[in-house]
């Protein structure tokens, strides 16, 4: 969960003296809590760990010849939060510093192009806020502070709403990361050690945080994690196979259906556009299997169900169609809805057709739901990978036992969305 998103300005103040204090000026600090504020922001980051990410900015910066602007993502060391950062050096030098607050167990990985996102749209903010300083405009400068704050609130309110996921965009969850879909390969494969499982990931990031990466296939119940008690090695005594193992008893595809809803409708109403919109449902399924489509269409599909602007709008058309002069406006005001009316369209989920005055309606061409599918292929994997004991990937009697257990107790078990 967001704690909040901090902008600073970093300043160099020079005494009298010539001694140098240099210091980060609050702009505006927002806050999910408000348990926090101006006065007890240090709660969640202390000061060294705003120098520390400056640093992480800054460092190479000289011989930038206008500005230098970048994204950040660390852990913090004095208190127990990740951010985003986002740094901004101004054409005169000023250089800003936004810093979004997460949680340590937050996959902070899901919310980062809405905060580069927002980093652009600061770009132009903080370029106006330091030509008003130079100016010393300060009605301007009020401005200027209203929309940053309004930009940071909005950010954390379009985090929140990219939190809260349905069971539909947590499968996405898994085909939208290379992890993820790691995971899923080797688990369609056979049983394996969270040990392993590390390791293997490690190849796609330094370090990955399995449990985060197993909780959507947790939450959809798609995985089993069980202790196995290790078996003695006949040669060396050494114990082997001895740990937490992760094992697949449900499988998972993202399906395009029908949009039965709206066919139903359309069909109870005599509507004019039945005819039509009956016919492009029939040409794109007569075409289409969902255990053979391309895994590129998946992750573009997984992609675009996690924004929050275009679930929305999909949601919502699940049920209505309308004309393309009247697309409700329940998009951000930050979204251009032509370009996602066009991704869509692209991607075949929806479509436009033409009425008998020659009036463009939208209608979701396809609907997308979750097929679960009862992992049956892993039976005569999982007995081929007992039984040949000197090839990778063996595994022991306990884990082989283990899984066919497994599949037999969770086969009645339903997941439903």
Sequence with gaps: MIQGILTFQFKINQKETGEIEPEF???????????????????????????????????????????????????????????????????????FLAISIFELDDEIELFEDLIKEMGNRLDKIFDKLTRAKSSKQVSLISNINIRLKNEVKFTIFQVDRLSNLD???????????????????????????????????????????????????????????DWIKGEKDKKTGEIKHQGEYLFLVKDILMA???????????????????????????????????????????????????????????????????????????????????????????LNIITEIKDDKKRSWILLLTDIKPLIIFPEYLLPKIREAFKNQDTDGAITYEIAKKALTLLEITYPEKVTF
């Design 25 to 95: 000026e609050p702009i505006q600090l927002e806050f999910r809590d408000e348990t926090y504020n101006e006065d007890n922001y240090s709660v969640l980051i202390a000061e060294n760990d705003i120098f520390a990410t400056f640093y992480q900015h800054t460092t190479g910066l000289f011989g930038v010849k206008y500005s230098y602007s970048n994204f950040y993502t660390g852990r913090l060391k004095e208190t127990p939060y990740q951010i985003i950062s986002y740094f901004k050096q101004s054409a005169d030098g000023s250089q």
């Design 167 to 225: 069971k539909l965009q947590k499968v996405s969850l898994i085909y939208n990361s290379v992890e993820r879909m790691k995971i899923l390969e080797l688990l369609r494969d056979r049983p394996i050690s969270k040990r392993e499982m590390k390791d293997i990931l490690e190849k796609f990031k330094s370090t990955p945080n399995v449990d985060i990466l197993l909780r959507p296939f947790l939450e959809l119940n798609l995985i089993r994690r």
């Design 256 to 346: 395009r259906i029908p949009n039965e809803n709206l066919l139903n409708h359309f069909k109870e109403t005599k509507n004019e556009l039945l005819t039509e919109f009956k016919q492009r449902v029939i040409d794109f399924f007569s075409n289409y299997d969902p255990y053979t489509q391309p895994v590129e269409e998946t992750k573009k599909l997984a992609s675009i169900m996690l924004n929050p602007d275009v679930y929305d709008f999909f949601v919502l058309m699940r049920h209505n169609h309308y004309p393309l002069d009247k697309i409700p406006k329940i998009f951000s005001e930050f979204a251009v809805t032509e370009i996602l009316l066009d991704d869509l369209k692209d």
